[in-house]
């Protein structure tokens, strides 16, 4: 008896999925068997890589650039995914970046930035997919947040705010599509071993997390996973998963 992959013949877009979190989770849900959209912003070499490695483990995916950020160019997006595929079952937003300062020192383009793509991306790409998921009744979206969005950061007003919204955006965009099978839930890292953190005081950082450790890309993942698989979380909406090693508990 072959046990069926949970998202088995659906289509699934991974937001700034060349690299990093985006990379382990287009991976995850490919190894399911969705057919993963690699969205990248400008390096088609690292989205390749991604798609070359999902081919290469039997499954597929393939490569599209988009400005998260700019609603024309997330408009696009969406409309040539749905003229190759027809639906998109799960969108997962985890397109980011930070440009980190004190507050009192933060240039507004630096502020504005982080909130158009971390946080006016979301409802780009959510308002855009949402037609579509309302005609299939059915569809599942996973905003990539961050444990900083709920406790603040010194020196992240930026992103934290942006990551704050995410979660208000989460829980009111599952409200308004839940009565057409359409959930919406987030998923909070917290420290995750990746090109962002690299540079950190890891020492410090580590006497905050009960498990001691920094979290993997693949850790994540897995949350994405379960909340976009029909037969693990179709009852689940409106939340937030925390990833942390317990290091934000409430």
């Known amino acids: 008896m072959t046990l069926s992959k949970s998202l088995e013949g659906q289509t699934a877009l991974v937001t700034g999925a060349s690299r990093g979190i985006g990379k382990a989770i287009a991976i995850s849900l490919a190894n399911e068997g969705a057919e993963v959209i690699i969205n990248y912003s400008s390096s088609l070499e690292n989205a390749n890589k991604v798609v070359s490695e999902i081919n290469s483990m039997g499954g597929k995916a393939y490569p599209l650039q988009a400005d998260i950020s700019n609603e024309n160019s997330v408009n696009e997006l969406i409309k040539t995914i749905l003229n190759k595929n027809n639906k998109i079952d799960v969108l ?3 397109a980011g970046i930070t440009k980190d300062g004190l507050l009192m020192r933060m240039k507004t383009d630096d502020w504005q930035k982080v909130l158009d793509l971390n946080l006016s991306g979301v409802f780009y790409c959510t308002r855009a997919v ?121």
């Open 92 to 94: 997962v937003n985890n």
């Open 130 to 250: 949402s037609r579509q998921m309302l005609k299939q009744k059915k569809g599942r979206i996973i905003n990539i947040t961050s444990v900083v969005g709920l406790m603040g950061n010194a020196g992240q007003a930026n992103y934290a705010a942006a990551k704050a919204g995410v979660v208000g955006l989460t829980q009111s965009s599952a409200k308004e599509f839940a009565s057409r099978g359409i959930t919406v839930n987030a998923v909070a890292p917290g420290f995750i071993s990746t090109d962002m953190t690299k540079d950190l005081n890891s020492e410090g950082i580590l006497s905050a997390i009960p498990l001691g450790r920094f979290g993997e890309p693949e850790d994540v993942a897995g949350a994405v996973r379960f909340l976009a698989a029909d037969k693990c979380a179709a009852y689940i909406t409106g939340q937030t998963i925390q990833v942390d090693g317990g290091m934000v508990m409430s």
